[in-house]
Each structure stands twice: as C-alpha cells, then as structure tokens.
C-alpha cells in the first residue's frame, strides 16, 4: 500500500515539473571559466600562479635553463651525424602506391607526360621549396601492384622504381629544378600573372651532377643511347621482358622530354604566357632569343 | 527641348530593352535619326544612369576590381610606375590593361647582369663539372686502392713480425730465467759452505756470495780465455794447413 502511494506521489511530482530542456539544465562542472581576475584584499591572492619564485614573479627561465646546473642540452659531447642537415637538399617522397592511387582516381591524365606540375595539381601531394625541398622522390612502395604505362619525370628514384616502372612499358626521368623553376611549376598561375617571361632552368650543383649525367638514374642529361642499353641491363637483372616502346601507340608522348632549360611542357624559356587573353607571347629580337636559347 | 527629348530617350530606352531580349537583330535605322542630333548629351545622360545604379559604394578601385578591370587607370601611387607592377597588370588583365607587352621581357641591361650573374653563379658548364667530379671520384679510388694494397703487403708480412716478436719474448725470458738460476745456484753454495741455514742479509753471507761471485768471474774469465786460444790455435792450424796444402 505504501509502496503504491509514494510512487502515485513521486508520479504526480513529475508531471508537475517542467519539461526537461536547454533552458534548465546546468552547465557542465568547469565548462566555465572566469575570464576576470579577482581584485582586493583577498579576492585575487596569487592569481593562479604560485608562491615565490620565477613562477610567482612570471620571469620564466628561458628553456633548458637548469638554474646554474650545466644544462642537459650541454651535458653531452658533440656529436655530428647530423652536421649540416640545414643545408641538405630533401626531396619529398610520394610512392608508387599513391601515384597509382591517383591515376585510378583520375587526377593524373597518362596521356601526357607527368612532371612535378601534373602532381602537384592533383592536389594529394605539396613541396615547399623554400624549405629546401627539391622535387619528388619516387619510393618504391607499392612496387609491386604497380600497373601504368606512364611517361613520368621525378627528381629522384631508385632502381626498384625505375625497374617497376619500365616493366609496364613507360619511361622514367630524373631531372633537377633549381629553387626558382620549382616556385613556378609548383604554381603556374600565379607565375604567369605576373606577366613574365618563363625564365631558363638553371644547371645541377656539382654534388648531384653525377647522379642527373648517369644513365642507371635515368639523368635528364645523360646519353640516350646508353639509357637504352641500361634499360635493356636493368630488365635483364630484374627478369623481365622490356616492353618495345618503338611498336606503341603512344610512342610520341613516351619519347617526349624537357629540354635541359626547359621548365614546362610545351613552353620554351622566353614566352611569355597570358592566360587572360589565352596568348602567348614570343620573342623576336636576336638578342633575347640568344639569352634565352644559351 | 528637353522635354521632347526625353520623350525620345525613353522611346530609345525602350527599344534597347526590347533589344536585349530579342533573338534577331533590330531594326535601328529609325532611330539613328535621333541619335545623330545630340549624342554627347546622350552618353552624358547614359553614364549618369549608369551610375545611379551602381548602388554598390564600393570605391572605384573596388568597382574595377570586383568587375575584372584594373583597379586604377591613372597610377595613383608610386608603386604603381615601376615596371612589375605594369607587367603585373598585363599578366593579369591582358591586352585590356593598356599595359604594352614588350615590358614582359628583360632589357638589355638587365640581361646583361643577368648573364654577369650567372657567370659568377653557374662559372662551370656541365661538361666541366662532369669532369671534375669524375677526376674527384677516381682520385679517391686510387687513393683507397693504394690503401688497400698498403694494407695487404702488411698483412702479409704480419706472420712473420708475430714470430719476431714471440721469439724476441721467449729469449729475454730464457734469458732472464738463467740469471735467476744462476743466481739460486750461488746462494744454495754459499749456505752448503757454512752448513746451515743463513740469513741472506747476513753480513758473513754477503762476504762469502761476494768471494764465490768473484770466483766465478774468474773461472768465467779463464774460461773465455781458453776459448779464445783454442779458437787462436784452430785458426794457426788452418793457415798453416792451407799453406801447406798451397805449397
């Protein structure tokens, strides 16, 4: 009986409350924090920041400051592995994987040459070269499930990758941007904008000038006739039949390089471009050609 | 007049409208009748329409700009002079910019530092640096070749220093060895001359190991002479005897 009277009470108690909604319920336990410091004689005491010390005074040490101990940072010997690392010139990877990746999502058209431009409008791949950041490098993962015929340039590459990509019938390059050139392919717009003429690509430093001459990397600059016979060199190796890219249907795109100057595809040095006019500009004079073509 | 004209306008306003929304081309021929008359007064009255329906309050540089025109046709500054920023105008707005394309390109003063920069930058061609690296790596082939047969004629010999050295070893212990024997020998004589036990630090002792010391140099001494005289004879019998065989 009891039992049935306090539930008919606590029932009635229930209906007559309101509603629960936003407007009655509480906020969260620490969801709100005073943005004002208290003032007056103990409003404020220490304002949250401590007796004594730097920590009171908010005169904090500058880090690693161990208060007269020799420092942790000092305590080690020198030790130089990684001497001059600031200097060194990185190359951001991307894989085979996501290259693949993006020829199945269609933001690489293999119909064209692929360059450092062509990635980077994909929108899944970005380099700063302000940071010393000299282009790609083309890893090897995914090697294996690698299936495009493609006619790709990278600034660098290793055998495996060279290989994979040969073994499907396409072509492979490494070539060297200077700073300048890859400001302007990494975003060709703004530079066409500014209403310049596209300057010339400027010549590798000497401690790359090896691996961009040489024929197994595939060097922009080294002999055709030797990149053959070590196209030829790296199947026999790997155990694969080298496709005959002479007999392809896209025999044209495959063969087609950048001049050593050459910046962009299908843009010579000393054009200017104008995409509001969709024009472009040549230059007559023999003075500028000859700058340009040196 | 102008009240007779306005009659006009609204008329040409008319057909303008009916203009844009027509597929075919109007017949305006009447009209141009009318327009010859006052067309400056025309176009000032177009423009002051036009510009009471700009109800934007953008400035005028803005209008420009949100209507794909070069913000300024006057340079309005001095930035607005230099040369990047006329061919920033063209790169941008095009041949609508007013901006003459030749600016696009060097001048012969600035290709002529540009080349000078590039001489002091780039002062080796490819064929140049190629070389040099090539000389550079086969310089430190060589220099590691020559270290590597350095190594192996040293490594041959290796057996041979090791033997020299562990005979060198075993004889300064052998050596070392017979000393102490010899002098083990001595003291065992002394302690059998006196018969017993004796201190070695004793004073009697150290009088008889000097005298049996002294001894033995002496017998040592003889000894050395004698082989000396037999080595002396030997060799007297040898000359006499190749003498004789001579004669």
Redesign the interface.
């Known amino acids: 009986m009891g039992s049935r009277q306090i539930t008919e009470k606590s029932l009635v108690m229930l209906r007559s409350l309101p509603r629960l909604s936003l407007a009655n319920i509480r906020d969260n336990p620490g969801s709100k924090k005073n943005t004002k410091r208290g003032r007056g004689q103990h409003g404020g005491d220490k304002h949250g920041a401590g007796n004594k010390g730097s920590g009171q005074r908010q005169n904090y040490m500058r880090l690693g400051y161990e208060t007269g101990n020799n420092p942790f940072y000092l305590r080690m010997p020198h030790e130089p592995y990684y001497k001059g690392h600031h200097h060194r010139r990185e190359y951001p990877p991307i894989s085979l994987l996501e290259i693949q990746k993006l020829i199945d999502t269609d933001l690489i058209d293999i119909t064209q040459p692929i360059d450092i431009a062509s990635i980077v409008k994909s929108g899944l791949y970005n380099f700063f070269p302000d940071k010393k950041h000299f282009g790609i490098n083309l890893t090897d993962e995914g090697v294996d499930s690698f299936a495009a015929k493609i006619n790709i340039e990278v600034q660098w590459a290793s055998e495996q990758v060279i290989a994979a990509i040969e073994k499907n019938g396409g072509v492979i390059t490494t070539a060297y941007y200077d700073p300048h050139s890859l400001f302007l392919l990494k975003n060709p717009k703004k530079f ?6 596209i300057p010339r690509r ?3 430093p ?1 401690d790359v ?2 691996y961009y ?1 040489s024929a197994e990397t595939r060097g922009y ?1 080294a002999d055709p006739e030797k990149i053959s016979q070590e196209r030829f060199r790296l199947s026999q190796k790997y155990g694969y039949e080298l496709p005959n890219i002479e007999n392809d249907q896209c025999y044209t795109m495959l063969c087609e390089r950048k001049d050593p100057r050459q910046i962009f595809h299908g843009l010579e040095p ?1 054009w ?1 471009v ?4 969709k ?1 472009i ?1 040549k ?1 007559k ?1 023999d ?2 050609l000859q ?1 340009y073509a040196s | 007049m102008n009240i007779c004209l306005r009659n006009k306008f609204t008329r040409l306003n008319l057909v303008s409208n009916f203009h844009r929304f027509s597929t075919t081309v109007p017949e305006i021929e009447q009209n141009e009748q009318v327009l010859i008359d006052d067309t400056e007064d025309l176009l000032a009255k177009e423009e002051e329409i036009r510009k009471k329906r700009n109800t934007s309050r953008l400035a005028k540089a803005h209008y420009n700009l949100v209507n794909g025109r070069r913000p300024y046709e006057e340079p309005n500054c001095l930035a607005h002079l230099t040369v ?1 920023y ?11 910019s007013g ?1 003459n ?1 030749s ?4 001048t ?1 003063k600035e ?1 002529e530092e ?2 000078e920069f ?1 001489a002091v ?2 002062p080796y ?2 064929r140049q ?2 070389d ?2 090539a000389e550079k ?1 086969r310089e430190e082939q060589l220099r590691i070749e020559q270290r590597d047969i350095e190594v192996a004629t040293k490594v041959a010999k290796l057996e041979q220093w090791k033997k020299e050295l562990n005979d060198k070893v075993a004889k300064k212990a052998a050596e070392v060895l017979a000393a102490k024997q010899k002098k083990e020998r001595l003291v065992e004589e002394v302690r059998r001359h006196f018969g017993f036990t004796l201190d070695p630090k004793d004073e009697r002792f150290k009088e008889v190991l000097a005298k049996r010391e002294k001894e033995q140099k002496k017998l040592e001494k003889q000894a050395r002479m004698e082989a000396k005289e037999k080595m002396m004879i030997a060799k007297l019998q040898q000359k006499s005897g190749e003498i004789s065989e001579k004669s």
């Open positions: 066409f904008e500014s209403g310049q003429a400027m010549i590798p000497a000038i090896e001459t600059l000393g200017v104008n995409l509001k006019d024009c500009l230059p004079d003075e500028l700058f | 990047k006329n061919r920033k105008m063209y790169g941008k707005y095009g041949v609508a901006v394309p600016l696009c390109w060097p012969k290709i540009k080349k590039e930058a780039f061609t490819i640096v190629m040099a690296t790596r």
